[in-house]
């Protein structure tokens, strides 16, 4: 549904189109109960209404056989019921199972209130980490294994898959599979704290050229700074940021902080809550606890050369 | 012509005569969910368990000494208490006070047992989910054993004073009846910690 | 005086002097001993249904403060951590200090009344079920006072309500808050089931009592079997939190889903539970305005039960994303759809009674009427939430929200307002006013449907539940104004709702002992009705005692001004479980302070626990155990004990 990003109304991989026409089903069935159920009560108050309002003064009369409207009604509702329940069961069976053979497998870990993604390949060096959004192949089976170092959450891209829990100690499975190159935005749905509104990421489907142009950028290491507010900036970055973020090929390498290697590869910050733009990184980096009250990310109080500094570094990071 | 149905009973008993009366059932439905608490511990036990990675079971092969024994004993203690009840409802003072410290004493011991086995373990409750759960579930068990020991104290001293008569008795029924819960509840502790593990759960 | 353990009771006609003399025997002494020692079921019921309704509208504008923060995308009048406060809080009121506990006030008042008993089968139990849901809902609101309100949801998933994550008191005040009302719960519970069984009066064999005793009694066996999960789980939480155990976290071998287990084993049933005695306070009013018996008596006390068993079986449809293997998933998708059948009786037959009846549209009428609509409303919401593919959209979304207000506002507060329209003449004596009353519903309608229905499309474009903001471009925000307007419109219906409860106390109209021409037995003692209910025990010769002669389908007919006059002392009659056949001579307990003295030390100790101080903590355990010990003490006059023997 265009206008809506998170609706799962509409459907973008095999996932969802097995489900979508299962819930309008279920839509349409539920909104004719309600309207018939509305038409039978406004009909029953008209039909045998009682001349004058003192109840007391209304004759007690037992009339009519009540019971065949009982029987009636659960036979109505057996035939919706178990044309949901035969769907159900066969929706499950072809959702439910995750591929034996996946074209891809990532290990999306969610935490506090961002995503990590890291993409495994059949070599280290075939390996990378980024976060916030996940790109994958058009028509191609995706496994994402679920894990949680925190509290629970939970994985959601309402246009290609419903919901599955990322539970700490437990590995959880779920999958992907687009049929048709596009932004799709996904939300974790699982209550876990202060920003648990704003923890969101986009999963980006390619057509396989575009996927694996960009898989091979994101193998590559940061480039080095090339002016001296760049370098002033990486200085920053390995002074400060390196406390949680990496960046290949500089010597921030901490994990518990968004990989920044490519940051501006990615169409937002601060998972999915703002466009990434030079403005609204730097707004991020000055204050983010007032754009994302309860984010863990500090307010650095950094003044303004070095914001430029560290703005002009992080531009680099294509 | 329609008639009127009034209910003209004979003679019926005024207040609690002999076992029965309301505190039985009063007693009898905090048992019903006294015994659903229980329930739910043995049931996080066994879940927990199902879960767990290998390895989660501190003891393997628990130690039947001094449980068995002591199960055995709690379970005595349950025969004394019932014992004590007739010797109350046959008008055997000396009896009933008998049965009821007997059933109290034997309770003591059971409890003074449970607090050793704690005392030797290599674990305390912080060790990992299987010691927390050993501890709590025991723990809260040993809770309801305390009580038990009180109300059995408590209903001796009552019976020695002459309180309860052939006629009236329902307190020593009652209280004798919650007991009586305590010992049978044990035996699914005692089966759940000390047994399955024999039989191979989990894993 | 000695009194014999057998006696034959004295049949006798319904007279002023017996009642002058049952009226000094159970009223209540005046002052503060009376107000805080008073056992009156009446007096309970009242309490309870007055604290309940406070809480009400402490929960309600919890819900205003955070629709004005959703009224828009971005707004910043709330911060994150107020706003999670705020809806937890929020929920906790209302499905454990409001929906439950207004149902029983209702079962308190109403239950020895429907059954022509003199009270219930523990009236002092009755009473520290009351204290301490008090002394629960003063605890847990304490802690939102102070800033420590839950902040988990209702639901309080862990890890998150872990001490690592979750360092303020706010959790440790819920936890034993919870704990607390749990002792309610099932003190009420176990009461409420032996009084079903053992309190009714001659004649009302279990096929006759009225639905919402079979509604209530349902809901107390599960609440029996239920709360001690949840207790449990909040035990435990406390634990882990405190005292270094691992039942929840992962890294010591914990299982955080065990808490979803434990709660949902608990969660799922109470649903019903909040629901059931309210569908039978429907199931009985309605048929009053109809003129009419209810169609398929048995098929819907049958309904009543089944659904709870039948709950018991579906706790994991709230879990249906936690990753389970496929074949648990379907297990549980069929019982869920299951559910819907014995919903479906209640409703046909709720409709059906209109159908076949000559309804007369009273306020009440109206509120039990609407009720079949939210309820199938909420029923579809919920029939989709069973379909696993469904559900992994819809869960956590405000589908769901919409979902779960249709039902507990649809099928717990419509039908509440509905029974204080209907039984407020028995307990003040006097009629709420109807215009006011009508002004009242349509109002509650109207705002309840604009806040609520929209709800449901926001859930399926995709707002996730429990979100403290949204932002824009989402294709929420004019359906969130929407929402907002409408539940400032539902508040001003409920503020209606109440300005004609406070003006109809005194200023109503005279009511009469029974304004509606009612069948049941209530409606055959005077409004309020006195302190011992019936003067004769009545005897009951069908499920319509006060509609045999117009119905005229029987030759039986029960006998109420007629009866055993048992004033020997406070005493009322036990019957047998089913047949309800005279059992035995109750020897009712005088008022006492024990159970209020129990939960105050309760309360106390409970501070001492959540502050960690020892001298507070045993003074509280101090005062318990003396209030169990004097409430305990077997006395002679309730012929716990022997009579001294006289040589």
Redesign the interface.
């Given at each position: 549904?265009s206008?809506?990003?998170?609706?799962?109304?509409g459907s973008a991989g095999s996932k969802a189109h097995?489900?979508v026409p299962?819930?309008w089903f279920?839509?349409i069935?539920?909104t004719a109960?309600?309207l018939i159920?509305?038409a039978?009560?406004v009909?029953?108050?008209r039909?045998?209404?009682?001349e004058?309002?003192?109840?007391?003064?209304?004759?007690?009369?037992?009339?009519?056989n009540?019971?065949?409207?009982?029987f009636?009604?659960?036979i109505l509702?057996?035939v919706p019921?178990a044309v949901?329940?035969v769907?159900?069961?066969i929706?499950?069976?072809r959702?439910?199972?995750p591929p034996a053979h996946p074209a891809l497998v990532l290990d999306v870990t969610p935490q506090?209130f961002w995503w990590r993604i890291r993409y495994r390949g059949a070599l280290p060096s075939d390996t990378f980490t980024t976060a916030n959004e996940i790109h994958i192949p058009v028509g191609a089976k995706v496994l994402v294994r679920l894990n949680s170092p925190?509290?629970?959450h939970?994985f959601w891209v309402?246009s290609l898959?419903?919901?599955?829990?990322a539970?700490?100690?437990?590995n959880?499975?779920t999958w992907l599979e687009a049929s048709r190159p596009g932004r799709f935005?996904g939300?974790?749905?699982?209550?876990?704290?202060?920003?648990?509104?704003?923890m969101g990421f986009e999963v980006v489907a390619q057509s396989p050229a575009d996927f694996e142009a960009w898989r091979r950028g994101q193998l590559r290491s940061a480039p080095r700074p090339v002016t001296t507010e760049q370098v002033r900036g990486l200085a920053i970055v390995e002074y400060r940021c390196s406390l949680c973020h990496s960046v290949r090929g500089t010597i921030a390498g901490a994990g518990s902080a968004p990989d920044l290697t490519h940051l501006m590869s990615r169409a937002t910050i601060a998972a999915a809550?703002l466009p990434n733009n030079p403005g609204s990184l730097r707004g991020w980096i000055e204050d983010p606890q007032a754009r994302k009250?309860?984010t863990q990310m500090p307010n650095q109080h950094l003044d303004a050369a070095q914001l430029n500094d560290l703005t002009a570094y992080l531009g680099t990071l294509k | 012509m329609a008639e009127l149905v009034c209910a003209d009973p004979g003679p019926l008993p005024v207040g609690p005569v002999g076992r029965s009366g309301m505190g039985w059932w009063g007693v009898a439905t905090l048992i019903a969910s006294e015994a659903a608490l229980f329930g739910f511990l043995i049931f996080a036990y066994f879940y927990v368990g199902a879960t767990a990675q290998p390895g989660w079971l501190l003891e393997p092969a628990p130690k039947l000494f001094p449980a068995l024994p002591n199960t055995l004993l709690l379970l005595a203690s349950s025969g004394a208490a019932w014992w004590g009840e007739k010797g109350v409802e046959r008008g055997r003072r000396h009896q009933a006070v008998a049965g009821l410290l007997g059933a109290f004493v034997m309770g003591a011991v059971f409890a003074g047992v449970q607090a050793y086995e704690w005392s030797v373990k290599t674990y305390g409750m912080g060790e990992s989910s299987y010691a927390s759960l050993y501890y709590v579930t025991t723990g809260l068990h040993m809770a309801h054993v305390l009580v038990g020991l009180v109300i059995l104290l408590t209903l001796a001293a009552w019976t020695a004073a002459g309180f309860f008569s052939q006629v009236r008795w329902i307190p020593v029924s009652a209280g004798i009846l919650y007991w009586h819960f305590v010992d049978v509840v044990w035996l699914f502790v005692f089966a759940t910690y000390y047994l399955t593990p024999y039989l191979g759960f989990p894993q | 005086m000695s009194r014999p353990a057998y006696r034959t009771p004295v049949i006798g006609d319904d007279g002023p002097e017996l009642r002058a003399r049952l009226q000094a025997i159970w009223e209540t002494k005046p002052g503060l001993l009376g107000f805080l020692g008073t056992v009156d079921h009446k007096e309970i019921g009242i309490r309870y249904i007055v604290t309940a309704f406070l809480l009400l509208a402490a929960g309600g504008v919890e819900a205003l403060v955070m629709r004005l923060q959703l009224a828009g995308p971005d707004r910043r009048l709330l911060?994150?951590?107020q706003y999670?406060q705020l809806f937890s809080t929020h929920g906790m009121t209302m499905i454990f200090l409001y929906a439950s506990p207004v149902l029983s006030g209702f079962s308190n008042y109403l239950w020895p009344l429907l059954l022509g008993a003199r009270d219930m089968a523990f009236p002092r139990l009755n009473a520290l079920s009351y204290w301490v849901y008090l002394a629960a809902a003063i605890f847990l609101y304490t802690g939102f006072l102070v800033g420590a309100g839950p902040n988990?949801?209702w639901f309080n998933?862990?890890?998150?309500a872990l001490a690592e994550?979750n360092p303020g008191l706010n959790q440790d005040y819920y936890a034993l808050g919870m704990i607390l009302l749990g002792i309610s719960t099932s003190v009420g519970a176990a009461n409420f089931i032996v009084t079903a069984f053992k309190m009714r009066a001659p004649g009302m064999s279990i096929n006759r009592i009225p639905i919402m005793v079979w509604g209530t009694l349902t809901a107390s066996v599960a609440n029996l079997a239920v709360v001690p999960a949840v207790s449990l789980a909040f035990f435990m939480l406390w634990l882990d939190r405190r005292f270094g155990t691992h039942f929840f976290?992962?890294?010591g071998g914990?299982?955080?889903?065990l808490w979803q287990h434990l709660f949902w084993l608990f969660g799922h049933p109470w649903v019903y539970a909040i629901v059931l005695p309210a569908m039978g306070m429907v199931s009985d009013g309605l048929p009053?305005?109809c003129?009419?018996?209810l169609?398929?008596y048995s098929?819907v006390a049958l309904g009543t039960v089944a659904t709870m068993i039948l709950g018991f079986g579906v706790w994991v449809h709230h879990m249906f994303?936690?990753?389970l293997p496929?074949l648990s998933?379907?297990f549980f998708?069929?019982a869920s759809?299951a559910i819907?059948?014995p919903s479906?009786?209640a409703?046909?037959?709720w409709?059906?009674?209109?159908?076949?009846?000559?309804?007369?549209?009273?306020t009440a009428f109206l509120f039990f009427?609407s009720t079949?609509?939210l309820f199938?409303?909420g029923g579809?919401?919920g029939?989709?939430t069973?379909?696993?593919?469904?559900?992994?959209?819809?869960?956590?979304?405000y589908f769901i929200v919409a979902h779960l207000h249709y039902t507990i506002v649809g099928i717990n507060l419509f039908p509440v307002v509905g029974a204080v329209y209907f039984w407020f003449p028995k307990m003040t004596g006097r009629l709420l006013n109807e215009r006011l009353g009508r002004w009242n519903f349509w109002t509650m309608f109207v705002g309840f449907n604009l806040a609520f229905l929209p709800m449901h499309i926001t859930g399926?474009?995709?707002?996730?539940?429990?979100?403290?903001?949204?932002?824009a471009?989402?294709?929420?925000d004019g359906l969130n104004l929407l929402i907002s307007i409408g539940s400032y419109i539902f508040a001003a219906g409920v503020l209606l709702f109440l300005i004609n409860v406070a003006r109809s106390r005194r200023g109503g109209a005279v009511a009469g002992p029974?304004?509606?021409?009612g069948?049941t037995l209530e409606w055959a003692t005077t409004s309020p009705p006195p302190p011992y209910n019936f003067a004769v025990i009545p005897t009951i010769a069908s499920r319509h005692p006060l509609?045999e002669a117009?119905?005229d389908?029987e030759e039986a007919r029960s006998s109420i001004h007629r009866g055993m006059l048992l004033d020997h002392g406070k005493e009322a009659l036990a019957t047998s479980p089913m047949d309800a056949e005279p059992e035995r001579i109750v020897e009712m307990p005088e008022d006492s302070v024990g159970p209020f003295a129990l939960a105050v030390g309760l309360l106390v100790l409970l501070f001492g626990l959540l502050h960690f101080q020892p001298w507070l903590s045993a003074a509280g355990g101090l005062i318990v155990a003396a209030a169990l010990l004097a409430w305990l003490w077997p006395r002679r006059k309730l012929l716990e004990r022997a009579e001294p023997a006289h040589g």
């Open positions: 549904m206008g809506a990003p998170l609706s799962y109304l097995q489900v299962l819930t279920a839509l069935v539920s109960t309600c159920f509305a039978l009560i009909a029953a108050v039909r045998g209404r009682a004058g309002d003192v109840v007391a003064a209304q004759a007690v009369i037992r009339g009519g009540g019971l065949r409207w009982i009636v009604s659960l509702a057996a019921i949901m329940l769907w159900t069961m929706a499950i069976a959702t439910g199972v506090q925190d509290v629970i939970s309402p898959s419903g919901k599955t829990d539970i700490p100690g437990q959880n499975v935005r939300q974790c749905a699982e209550f876990c704290g202060a920003e648990h509104a704003r809550q009250p309860g | - | 911060t994150p951590e999670n988990d949801g998933y862990v890890p998150y994550y976290d992962s890294a914990g299982q955080p889903l009053v305005f003129r009419r018996p169609v398929g098929l994303a936690t990753g496929a998933l379907s998708s069929a759809f819907t059948f479906l009786i409703l046909a037959s409709l059906a009674t209109i159908w076949l009846g000559r309804p007369v549209v009273t009427a079949i609509l199938v409303i579809v919401s029939l989709m069973a379909s696993v593919p469904i559900d992994l959209q819809l869960t956590d979304t399926l474009l995709g707002m996730p539940r429990r979100v403290y903001t949204y932002p471009h989402m294709g929420w029974d304004p509606w021409g069948p509609w117009a119905l389908e």
